[in-house]
Structure formats: C-alpha cells, structure tokens
C-alpha cells in the first residue's frame, strides 16, 4: 500500500488535495500521511462540502485522542508488550502503530471505512510496523488482550461500543477529545493527557486535555464446567 492509492482516495472527495507524511508531537518516532494543513486554509465550493459529508475522510487527520493513547502507549511499554491489541476504530492507524513499535505480539487495526483501511497499511509500512486489519468487532479473533479505542465516542449511539468491549478483552482503553468523561463502570480515569488534531483545524492549534480511562475485565474461561 503507497501514498500513490491514498491520494487517489482522497482526491475522490477533494480532488486537489495532497497527503504529507508528518511527524507526530507527542510521538515523534511515528509519521503519518495526513492531509496537507494548506488544503484547510481556503474556502470549500458547496460540492466539496457535500462530497466531504457524503465521505468524511477522518483517517487523513490524527485526532488529539489517538495521538494521547499513542503516547501514553509509548510512554507505559511493559503493558503492551507481548500482548494481543485490538485498535478499535482505527483511523489512521495511529494507535495500532504505536502498539507494534511498543513490542506487541500481534495487532489488529479495525476500521469499517475501507479508505482508513488502506490508510492503516499505508502508515503502518510507513513506519515499518507489522499491523493487521478488518473491517468489523465480529471478525476479530479470540484472545485478545487490549482492546484500545480513540476518539470512536463521537457520536452517542456508538457509547453501545463500552459495553461491547468488554466481552472481548479483559483489559479496555479508551480516550476522546470530545468526551469529559465516562461514567459507566468499571471504566476508570488513569491519565490525563495534552494533546492537539493534526493537523490543526485552528490557527493556533488547540490543545486540550484528553482523558483516558482503563477497564479490567473478568472474563468467564470458557473450559470451566
């Protein structure tokens, strides 16, 4: 997967557009194609803006929650090394790639989007990092032991998705920008972390404080009589 198939998948919304392969603040051993900030300094025609409703091309950002877990991926190693970690949601694979770089035995990146999919391989070969993907929760495989999402809680209707999780994996975590905070049990606040969009969707970029909140799972085992 090479920039050339992701440029043509954005220019299919935005047809002047170009991706840059950008450095990350909060982690700067990862880069990311993402939209060059000049295409957002200009005003959009009423069909550019429709195309971007009809297609809204997230993956081409990475949002302040993904770059917070990121880094907090980065930042706490032992917790992820060796282990098997789902990135729920996964954009621009920013997430998964920081699990791989961290020394997990196996990622998967899912993404219902299929331009994020193409997005994840671009990135994550970008960064030389080995990250599987799907398309849906059901196609994941048994045994996991992260499940890790960022900025998935964008809409209310996707809050079934805490619940979700928690029958998949025994440890869950979970950051939004656009979310103070999660109430339901037994997700619990565990870091706070300042972390911006790229690129910025402002001039300054804003930089806020991005919650992330962990769970811990029993789960049955399934061999018990």
Not at 58 to 70: E, N, P, S
Not at 200 to 208: G, I, N, S
Request: proline share 7%.
């Amino acid at each position: 997967m090479d920039l050339t198939r992701l440029t043509r998948n954005i220019r299919r919304t935005l047809p002047d557009t170009r991706l840059l392969a950008t450095a990350l603040p909060l982690c700067p051993a990862i880069r990311l194609y993402l939209i060059d900030p000049g295409n957002l300094n200009r005003p959009y025609s009423s069909d550019e803006i429709q195309a971007i409703l009809d297609n809204t091309p997230y993956w081409t950002f990475c949002w302040a929650g993904g770059q917070a877990l990121a880094h907090y991926i980065l930042s706490h190693r032992d917790q992820f090394a060796g282990r098997r970690i789902l990135d729920f949601g996964a954009g621009s694979g920013v997430v998964a790639i920081a699990a791989a770089l961290a020394g997990a035995a196996q990622v998967i990146a899912c993404d219902i989007d299929p331009d994020a999919i193409d997005a994840v391989k671009a990135n994550a070969a970008l960064n030389r990092t080995p990250v599987a993907t799907c398309q849906a929760l059901a196609e994941v495989p048994s045994g996991l032991d992260w499940i890790i999402a960022a900025d998935v809680l964008y809409d209310r209707d996707n809050f079934h998705f805490l619940n979700d999780f928690r029958h998949r994996a025994p440890d869950i975590l979970v950051a939004d920008s656009r979310v103070n905070t999660i109430s339901l049990a037994p997700y619990r606040r565990i870091a706070e972390i300042i972390a911006g969009t790229l690129p910025a969707m402002e001039d300054p970029p804003e930089l806020k404080p991005v919650g992330a909140y962990h769970a811990r799972i029993v789960l049955p085992d399934d061999g018990a009589a």
